[in-house]
């Protein structure tokens, strides 16, 4: 099972506190008088009356195994405007890939942290949020008066109130097909919209699914949407090297020719941060979900 960055649920372990019966020992020198003999014996057995208990059925709830309410406190929240910066390059960028998906190098990661400090503060601080890459700061950056940063942000925190990865499986064959994972059924049901015939409106819907595909078919969010590793490289160009403009995403800056000082950089001990890279299937969100993992 997949631990994530929040936990929803919280078991407590209750103790039982009993009454408990003393019996008395009399100091009289009296003997006790003999009991009556009712003629009904002490441990009778009980009366099989063919009932059962706990006959109740268990209640529906209409939620999939896992998913969890949403909170009625739950309220979208309005992303804030990020600023772009302009402190790496195109060779930086791609030493910092070691640090993204199961195919990563720690040690490499651990080498581009201390070798591009200020470049490793974009790529690994500024533009995550919750562990993941900041989707909605990106689209806000792009249209800081729009609703879809909003949109966008919002979606996510519903599918994360809704379905915890602490408490859905995520492995393949968990949920209701072979390669469906329970966590994948929980996130597939909490967007369904009205009149689905796989079951009532999905409780994220309403919040901010219903709204999602438009922003993300908007052309001019392309860059924001990291759906594989290999759309990390656009992304950081225009969040880390471009100053928050994603007009030349697809422009290489040429440093691969030039080649890049080092900074002489002093080894830190930053901690590895490997991130694993966890594609959500079969979900209206197409985005990549890339959790931070701190390696060892």
Known sequence: ??????????????????????????????????????????????????????????????LVPCE???????????????AGKTVCTDVMINEFMNCFGTDGDSKKCTAAQTKYPQCNTCILTDWLADSRID?????????????????????????????????CD?????????????????????QQKPG?????????????????????????FTYC???????????????CRDNGSWAKADQPDGSEDAGVTDTGATDTGAADTAVADTAVADTAVADVAVDVATGG
């Not at 949403?70 to 309220?75: E, I, N, P």
């Not at 949407?225 to 969040?239: H, M, N």
């Open 1 to 62: 099972m997949k631990h994530g960055a929040f936990t929803f649920a919280l078991l407590l372990a209750a103790g039982v506190a009993g009454g408990v019966a003393f019996v008395g020992c009399s100091s009289s020198d009296e003997a006790a008088p003999a009991p009556t003999d009712s003629g009904v014996a002490a441990d009778s057995a009980p009366v099989d009356t063919g009932a059962t208990k706990d006959t109740a059925p268990p209640v529906d709830t209409g």
């Open 68 to 82: 969890a309410k949403l909170d009625k406190a739950f309220a979208c929240e309005e992303p804030a405007v990020k």
């Open 135 to 167: 989707v909605a700061g990106c689209v806000k950056k792009i249209d800081p008066t729009g609703t879809c940063g909003k949109t966008i942000g919002c979606t996510q925190a519903c599918l994360d109130m809704t379905c915890s990865s602490d408490e």
């Open 170 to 190: 995520d492995t393949p064959g968990s949920g209701s097909t072979s390669t469906r994972s329970q966590l994948d059924d929980c996130y597939r049901a909490v």
């Open 196 to 220: 689905s015939s796989i079951r009532p409106t999905g409780q994220c819907w309403d919040v901010a699914v219903k709204d999602y595909a438009a922003c993300s078919g908007d052309a001019k």
């Open 225 to 239: 949407f990291v759906r594989a590793k290999t759309d990390l490289l656009t992304f950081y160009r225009g969040a």
